[in-house]
């Protein structure tokens, strides 16, 4: 999930589709920060139905604060992919759920989505993941530093800021990592 006029998430479709994945990239517009208070909750409960156990949410900024909304109001895909999330770091999961959770220091739009938090002017679970990782005890919740690669593939290039990793040049490199540790998480390799 990710608002209309990002192209972010669609670039990533064709990686997933080329592996046999069903993509549905649902265009909720733009939403305001001070307006997901209100449209986060519309969402999540619109998607509801259609999320199915075994599902894979893979959502960008906002969209991964929906996809959380939808684990905690009883959704079970099989494993969540949060890019820069607007999403509080201590998250926790179902028993059996994963979550891939790329980040980088240079995403400062998280870190104003944790002050707003703490002024009640948005979604009640958005946070500075995005810029900082997650912080969990959980081993399915794993933090990927985008912006220091080199400790998880040499060949991926460093981003840093908020929708980086879909610039040119980069997710040409990072949207193969993604889709197969996807894979091997989803146990389909």
């Not at 909750?41 to 939808?70: F, K």
Request: a negative charge; proline letters at 8%; glycine letters at 12%.
């Amino acid at each position: 999930m990710d608002p209309v006029g990002s192209s972010g998430l669609l670039k990533l479709v064709p990686y997933f589709q080329r592996g046999g994945f069903d993509c549905r990239v649902p265009d909720y517009g733009l939403i305001t920060a001070i307006e997901t208070h209100i449209a986060n909750p519309l969402l999540w409960r619109a998607l509801l139905p259609y999320i199915e156990p075994g599902d894979l949410y893979v959502g960008h900024s906002n969209g991964c604060a929906i996809g959380y909304d939808l684990v905690l109001n009883g959704a079970r895909p099989a494993g969540l992919v949060l890019i820069n999330a607007a999403l509080r770091r201590d998250i926790t999961l179902p028993a059996g759920m994963w979550a891939d959770c790329y980040y980088n220091a240079g995403d400062d739009a998280t870190v104003a989505a944790s002050a707003a938090v703490r002024l009640g002017l948005v979604d009640k679970v958005w946070g500075e993941m995005g810029h900082a990782g997650p912080v969990s005890d959980n081993p399915l919740i794993t933090g990927i530093d985008c912006g220091n690669p080199g400790c998880y593939a040499a060949v991926l290039p460093p981003v840093s800021g908020h929708s980086a990793i879909f610039e040119p040049g980069r997710v040409e490199d990072w949207a193969p990592y993604i889709y197969a540790r996807a894979k091997v998480n989803l146990h389909l390799t």
